[in-house]
Every structure is written in structure tokens, then in C-alpha cells.
DNA sequence: CGGAATCATGGGTATATACCCGCGAAATGA
DNA sequence: TCATTTCGCGGGTATATACCCATGATTCCG
């Protein structure tokens, strides 16, 4: 059977395709989907301490950090110190927000041209197996 | 519904998680899951241009390009030019084909686990939807 | 209370990835 | 042949990602 067929490496070039969608659809924004997937995670999670929020993305905390810091620089996010002395709280700040609601509907279209493209439930089969690895 | 399910997140990280089960898989080698099919595809398209390989694997020319520089650094790929001035021919050299050959096992093992664990025709469901994707 | 273990983050380093730009080489057409 | 266009690559820059280690804060015992 054709070697082509390595599993990761059809993984790998199907997120590499999404994502550039995806980032198509938000390009008006500034932004994107890695971004703004993590922007949403903050805001529901907010305030929230880098490693919880870790935890939750499924990312290295160091990623997280630096993530967090490209939000920071563009003005959509606030880093301050918790309670603990020790843990730097995330939220997301006005602008923040604003990119929130912005891009809400562009997200639904690419969301939805991904499932049309998917099939019917196709989107459902997709995540399933997804879920399984 | 839940708004954890944007596709495109649940791809990458579906990505990560298998890009390290396969990277754990080859470690022994001292390569990674991206260097180890790369070096597969150069084995086979050889002498291949960074423009031809990168067609074939989907990934910028640049990238490419870095790519078979770490992968040259470590003495498993010449880069020599071309008959044309401006190519630059890649070839796997020994070394690297040795590590292709005690690489295959090692990816055979961890293609059939990421099988089992999709189950019977999971496999080829799950390689349909990202073809469509 | 004070030393030890634990915990949160940050920075260093390295790969993966993409986009843009400049340079030199090759092909093309007048 | 020579100017123009096209082509292939490398380098600059930026994000995404992970691993390891240092540092400083907190907690936990004895």
C-alpha cells in the first residue's frame, strides 16, 4: 500500500490546510486562529493563571506564556499578577473583546464551510475519531 | 452546543498529540516525525529541487529548505546545486539511509497502534475526511 | 519558626511553519 | 546579442510549539 499514508503526516497537512482557512476567514481581524481559539479560552476562563489555561488548551505553559504575550502586545489581553505572587492572571481586555464579537460570525462561516465540505456527518464521524487519537 | 468544537482546534491538537506519539515512536533515531518523512520523500524523489519536494510534501519552498538544513546538519542529506545553477539538489546520504531502514519498523508500529486505537475501518474513514478537508 | 519540597512563571534553545524580498541564474523575445 | 522576464533559493521576520533549567513564591513539616 502507498506509503503516503502515514496517519501524522495526513494529520499534519490537513491542520496546516484548515488552519490557513481558518486564518483566511479571520485575517480581517488581525488575527489568527490559534489566537483567537486561545482569546476565546481566556475569556471564558478569565481571570485564569497560565497553567490552568494550559491544562485546558492542551499546550506546553511555555507556549501558553508566549502565546499569551503576542495577545498581550496587540492590546487584547492583560497579564497581571494574581494573588499568588507566583501566577500571572490572563483576561481579555476591551479591544479584546471587541475581537471577540467580530469575529464570532466569521468563525460560524468557516466553521460551516468546513462542515458543508465535511458532509452531512461527516463533521460528527470527524470528531469522533479525532477524539480517539 | 458546545463552541469547544471549532474543527479546525480539534485538528491541531489531534495533530500534536499523534506528531509526539510518532515522535516518541522514533526518538531512538534522534529524528521527529516531520524530519523522518521528509527524509523519506527526498529518498524517493532523489536528487529532488526544494521547489519539486515542496510541491510534494505541501509545505513552503522555505520551509523546506530549513527543514533539509537541520536534516544536512545532522549528516543524513547532501544539498549539492543542480545541472541548473540555481537548484539546489537534495539526496539522502548514507547515514540517512540507514535511519530510514531501522526507522521503518519503529513507523510500522506506530502507524498499526494509532490503527488499532481508530479500529477497523476508522483508519480509512478518518483518511477520507481529511482528503476532504 | 526555618529548611525542604513544591509550584508558577520566564527565558534559552531548537524545530516547524509561512510570508515577503532580494539576488543571481536562466529563458525568452525583439 | 541584449534587455526583460521568469525562476530557484536564501535570509529576514514572526508565530507556534516543546523541553529544560533558573528563579522566586508558597506551602509543609519537623
Redesign the interface.
Known sequence: MS?D???????????????S??DEALAPLGVN??QF?LL?NINRMAPVSLTDLAARV??DRSTVGRNAKVLERMGLVEIRPGKDQREATLLVSAPGKAILLEGAPL?DR??AD??T???AD??G???D?????
Do not use: N
Request: proline residues 0%; positive net charge; hydrophobic residues 50%.
Open positions: 506509503k499514508l502515514c496517519h501524522c503526516i495526513l494529520l499534519r497537512k490537513a491542520s496546516r490546510r484548515v488552519s482557512y481558518y486562529i490559534a481559539s476565546r492542551e499546550l468563525w468557516a466553521q468546513i462542515e465540505r465535511l458532509g461527516g463533521a464521524r470527524l470528531r475519531l479525532l477524539a480517539a487519537l
